[in-house]
């Protein structure tokens, strides 16, 4: 292996390093609307749930664990039968919250989820509850986001701004609501956001963290495509 300050100058070293900086940079921009987003998802939720069941959105609650309000079901990809039992829901089974809210907020999660009604056959992608602790939902939106990560490596992200570049582009994708901050369609299978999903997977994945100067330029037009679009 070469000395490590060759490396350092070699332009594929520097073209990578531009590439990354242009996810921490893009990541910057977007913890602000995702942060913003969130508290106004949640409001969303309360006013749709108050319009629903006369549910006032000062009433609150932090008691209901998220197995209290997740039914069981394997398809929510948390529920796992052993032994005629599932362990998801050993300790706290399914009942309904005293304030009659946080059911509703569940469902509510689910129907912002652009891959809810994905057919049983292909694997459910929705909500990710194994990431969420549905205490939190009415004092911390951020707890209702979660549940748009992927399953990997979120569980123990408690603020937005502890998420990283991927988990942020992939509450983006994963929930509709943020649709009203983008002028690109992201019904679209490829859209702003998911290519700079594939972008920063390149990226992350860039063996010898090198890249040569198309990739590093195509990375950041990308980056700066999905800004343009907000
Ligand atoms: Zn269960
Ligand atoms: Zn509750």
């Known amino acids: 292996m070469s000395d490590y300050k060759d490396i350092i100058r070699k332009p594929e070293t520097l073209n990578w390093f ?5 996810m921490n940079i893009t ?13 106004e998802l949640y ?3 309360r ?23 997740l039914p069981c079901d394997t398809d929510n990809k948390c529920c796992h039968y052993k032994y005629g039992s599932c362990a998801f829901h050993d300790i706290h089974k399914s009942q309904h919250c005293r304030a009659n809210l946080c059911n ?8 912002h989820h652009r891959f809810r009604n994905r057919s049983k056959s292909k694997s459910f992608q929705g909500p990710t ?3 969420t602790d549905a205490r939190k939902w009415c004092a911390d939106p951020w707890n209702i986001a979660k549940c748009y990560l992927s399953k990997d490596g979120y569980k123990d992200v ?42 920063g997977r390149e990226v992350r994945h860039a063996p010898a963290m090198s890249m040569i100067s198309q990739d590093s330029d195509r990375a950041i037009d990308t980056l700066v495509a999905l800004l343009q679009s907000l």
């Open 18 to 22: 531009k590439a990354a900086m242009g």
């Open 27 to 39: 990541r910057h921009c977007l913890l602000d609307i995702v942060k913003d987003a969130t508290q």
């Open 43 to 45: 409001d969303t939720i």
């Open 47 to 69: 006013k749709e749930i108050n319009r629903k069941y006369g549910i006032l959105e000062h009433v609150v609650c932090s008691q209901c664990h998220t197995p209290n309000v």
């Open 104 to 111: 509703e907020m569940c469902k509510e999660i689910v129907y």
């Open 129 to 131: 509850w194994e990431n």
């Open 158 to 199: 408690n603020k937005a701004d502890d998420a990283d570049f991927n988990g942020m582009v992939n509450v983006l994708i994963n929930c509709e609501f943020f649709q009203m901050y983008f002028k690109d369609d992201l019904t679209q299978k490829e859209n702003v956001c998911t290519k700079a999903r594939d972008v």
